[in-house]
């Protein structure tokens, strides 16, 4: 792919392995250093044979400017989104040792608007991310209101103090699949094996009826 910086004009060349299928990304323009968003919802037909992204097919991310550029990554590499400070440490050990590659956010809005557009396999956030309650969260709102082919494939766990961990009635009713009570962070390694396992195993035998059935 080819695309135009909006600031300087420059032509960036983008092999297509490096560009995730169908979905916006982040690009830091080598020369004059804009930060731009191409979004391949906006490119060309492909008859056009220069195959190329002018600046009126790119967004500049104003609000996020200072956000990294997307990493491009391999096809099978599992990705997780970690939304709590508190507990950040944990955090990492414990995706690490499931092997997932690692992203995180500023602020609730900056989840949101990296959620929109990267596909992430798990989510991870506390219930006062951003200082906010759930009742304030844009985050959760976002979260409830995900469209159901998107929600399928995301794993996403919540930490807060009055829940019962591994309560799959009380995570059914906040719209996440696993909730963790702080007092068992400790564990949080052993409650994630788990949890994604379980979820793992349901939804494939869920795909596999719905391949049976032929509606998958």
């Known amino acids: ?10 032509e960036i060349n983008i092999p297509d392995n490096k560009i995730p299928r169908d979905q916006a990304f982040s690009l830091t323009c080598p020369g004059c250093k804009t930060k731009m968003r191409v979004d391949q919802h906006l490119k060309p037909p492909a008859s056009d044979p220069a195959g190329s992204l002018d600046a009126a097919s790119l967004v500049v991310d104003e609000e996020f400017e200072d956000d990294e550029a997307i990493e491009i990554y391999d096809e099978h590499d599992q990705i997780a989104l970690i939304l709590d400070r ?3 440490d944990l955090w990492t050990v414990a995706l ?14 900056h989840a949101v608007h990296k959620m929109r557009f990267n596909e992430y396999h798990v989510v991870v956030f506390h219930e006062k991310y951003g200082d906010s309650s759930l009742e304030t969260s844009p985050l959760y709102e976002y979260i409830k209101d995900m469209p159901m082919h998107a929600r399928r494939k995301t794993f996403i766990a919540m930490v807060g103090d009055k829940f019962k961990t591994l309560d ?12 963790i009570n702080q007092k068992d962070i400790d564990q949080l390694e052993t409650i994630l094996k788990k949890s994604i396992g379980d979820n793992d195993t349901f939804y494939k035998v869920y795909r596999e009826t719905m391949t049976a059935l032929g509606k998958l």
């Open 86 to 88: 508190q507990n950040d």
């Open 96 to 109: 690490t040792d499931l092997e997932y590659k690692l992203q995180r956010a500023k602020s609730p809005e």
């Open 168 to 179: 799959n009635i009380e995570a059914l009713a906040y719209s996440v699949n696993l909730v």
């Open 1 to 10: 792919m080819q695309v135009e910086c909006p600031s300087c004009a420059k």
